[in-house]
């Protein structure tokens, strides 16, 4: 049989794999991006008018005033066009896009891995994506 790792073990090798995840090209890229972004005066002019809208609609709900939240969400919506067609926050967000994927294939290459290690483990088979068969499963996983 295998070694059995404690949960500690495995926190620590996370903690690793996210050290080593975080010294990545594309985090490199999204920490500057995210530094140009907050030193833009532009882009931080126009998120403070976004935000300020946002409050404001919160009170026309609950004032139900629907033609004014109207016009304020369409405000928001221009505002948030003009943000959307600055280069800089274009970068930004391609670089936070490419975060997410990063950690959405280190979350599924961990998923796929343990999971065919159950099979494997099991005398299952692979291609099937079965276990073995037991009273509780029918045959199936």
């Not at 005398?123 to 009273?135: A, E, I, W």
Request: hydrophobic share 35%; with cysteine.
């Amino acid at each position: 049989m295998s070694e059995l790792y404690t949960k500690k073990e495995i926190t620590e090798k996370a903690r690793e794999l996210a050290s080593m995840i975080a010294e990545t090209e594309e985090v490199d890229f999204f920490k500057r991006a995210e530094g140009q972004i907050n030193e833009n005066l532009r882009v931080q002019e126009i998120i403070g008018k976004i935000k300020s809208l946002q409050k404001e609609a919160v009170n026309l709900k609950h004032y139900q005033k629907s033609e004014a939240l109207k016009a304020t969400d369409a405000k928001i919506d221009a505002l948030q066009d003009e943000l959307d067609e600055i280069p800089l926050v274009r970068e930004f967000k391609q670089s936070q896009t490419e975060v997410n994927q990063l950690l959405q294939m280190v979350s599924n290459t961990i998923s796929n891995t343990v999971t065919n290690k159950i099979i494997e483990s099991t005398g299952g088979d692979l291609l099937q994506g079965t276990t073995t068969k037991s009273p509780f499963n029918n045959g199936c996983s």
